[in-house]
């Protein structure tokens, strides 16, 4: 089982739509977790930290369930501008002061007209 | 604030050669790391530094070392390079283990 995955998509979602991703990771200690998006042939860019208590910024919502080891953002009313990769990232259990996050593949999310 | 800033942008080197990436980041953050990206596999770690002095292997460190000699710096250096190293390598820094990183532009680089 990897790490962390996610359904690498395309998700082709109309202007306006509520999209929803989910990630699992495999390790229960996992420490801290995170979205970045990653546009095509750019560098990934921190979206949001997730937080147990759930989260949300402006359109997006970032929700942690430890219990079945799944992270999820949920995007309300899509934007064309809101069209790339969007990456799970997962930041497994500290061992002494290593800092070794495990990225997902990434899941493609393309907005439509 | 310049971020994380890599140079070069673009390299193409014969096999064998050897060529070093440098990174550079202007927020006084202790960690910073290396990363490869290759379609279908995601990001994957290559040695990463918890502070001047200290550094450490990563998922996928042969082939490649690394040091770092001061908070700012750290480069990443092909000892020979190979057709495998072919990729497309990305710096990044956090303030700490528990934070976000802030990536570098990246280095697309092709071995022939």
């Known amino acids: 089982r990897k790490e962390v995955e996610q359904d690498p998509g395309p998700f082709n979602v109309p202007e306006g739509a509520t999209v929803a991703f989910n990630c699992t990771y495999s390790?229960?200690?996992?420490?801290?977790f995170f979205w970045y998006r990653q546009d095509c042939r750019k560098e990934p860019k921190l979206l949001m930290s997730v937080y147990s208590s759930g989260n949300e910024d402006g359109r997006f919502t970032a929700q942690l369930n430890r219990a079945s080891q799944y992270i999820s953002l949920l995007i309300r009313d899509s934007k064309l501008s809101d069209s790339a990769t969007y990456l799970c990232v997962v930041n497994p259990p500290y061992i002494g002061t290593a800092s070794k996050l495990t990225f997902g593949t990434g899941t493609r999310l393309q907005v439509t007209l | 604030n310049a971020g994380v800033t890599q140079t070069p942008k673009f390299q193409v080197l014969k096999t064998g050669q050897s060529m070093t990436l440098q990174c550079a980041q202007d927020?006084?953050?202790?960690?910073m790391s290396w990363y490869r990206q290759d379609p279908g596999m995601g990001l994957r770690l290559i040695h990463y530094s918890v502070g001047a002095g200290i550094t450490d292997q990563g998922e996928v460190p042969n082939g490649y070392n690394v040091s770092r000699s001061t908070t700012e710096d750290f480069p990443l250096r092909l000892l020979s390079a190979a057709p495998s190293q072919t990729s497309v390598y990305f710096c990044a820094s956090s303030y700490g283990r528990g934070g976000g990183y802030t990536f570098g532009s990246g280095t697309r680089l092709t071995v022939v």
């Open positions: 390790n229960s200690a996992s420490q801290s």
């Open positions: 927020m006084n953050h202790e960690y």
